[in-house]
T-cell receptor, first 112, second 115 residues
């Protein structure tokens, strides 16, 4: 199993540009999550999904959109990038056992 | 709402000493789980230890132990015999076992081990 994979690893965007952060897991997990981590801070939940076709907002959803058309993929869309979205983005997944969470390696995004 | 508080932004500890990282939490739910994660400078999130709210004994994983004091709502991480490789950010996190599907993180403690 590859676990949770994220692409790209790094990206620099200009203000107003759009991009999609990709997240894929090969463990057949129903639950998937997007977090952002600002410098020196903890992780904050952006969006999450409890299964294909079901998504919900987390703590900091503004400026982002998600979709979940398959169990494996949970892409995060930034429509109009702003400097405040400069952060490291982590995707995570888990199965029904809430004790075991899998995190991707993160995507470092800079908006200039 | 669930909340995690880590009051130590940074700590410096001599190599081979034990270190305790503080974590307090706030929840009205009786069933929950507490986690500690390590984040080295490379950035990945590494799971260290888990404690369930109904677990009778404090969790241990090698050099890591979790000092769980339910009445005080604290879940401190204890690292015995610290090593240089323990230098990293450490995050406490919590999830509930029913309903709420999320993992909520504290702001972290940066631990630096001094040789």
């Amino acid at each position: 199993n590859a676990g949770v994979t994220q692409t790209p690893k790094f990206r620099i965007l200009k203000i107003g540009q759009s991009m999609t952060l990709q997240c894929t897991q090969d463990m057949n997990h129903n639950y998937m999550y997007w977090y952002r981590q600002d410098p020196g801070m903890g992780l904050k939940l952006i969006y999450y999904s409890v299964g294909a076709g079901i998504t919900d907002k987390g703590e900091v959803p503004n400026g982002y959109n998600v979709s979940r058309s398959t169990t494996e993929d949970f892409p995060l869309r930034l429509e109009l990038a702003a400097p405040s979205q400069t952060s490291v983005y982590f995707c995570a997944s888990r199965d029904r056992d809430r004790r075991v969470w899998f995190f991707g390696p993160g995507t470092r995004l800079t908006v200039l | 709402a669930q909340k995690i508080t880590q009051t130590q932004p940074g700590m410096f500890v001599q190599e081979k000493e034990a270190v305790t990282l503080d974590c307090t939490y706030d929840t009205s739910d009786p069933s929950y789980g507490l986690f500690w994660y390590k984040q080295p400078s490379s950035g990945e999130m590494i799971f260290l230890i888990y404690q369930g709210s109904y677990d009778q004994q404090n969790a241990t994983e090698g050099r890591y132990s979790l000092n769980f004091q339910k009445a005080r709502k604290s879940a401190n991480l204890v690292i015995s015999a610290s090593q240089l490789g323990d230098s990293a950010m450490y995050f406490c996190a919590m999830t509930h076992h029913f309903g709420n599907e999320k993992l909520t993180f504290g702001t972290g403690t940066r631990l630096t081990i001094i040789p």
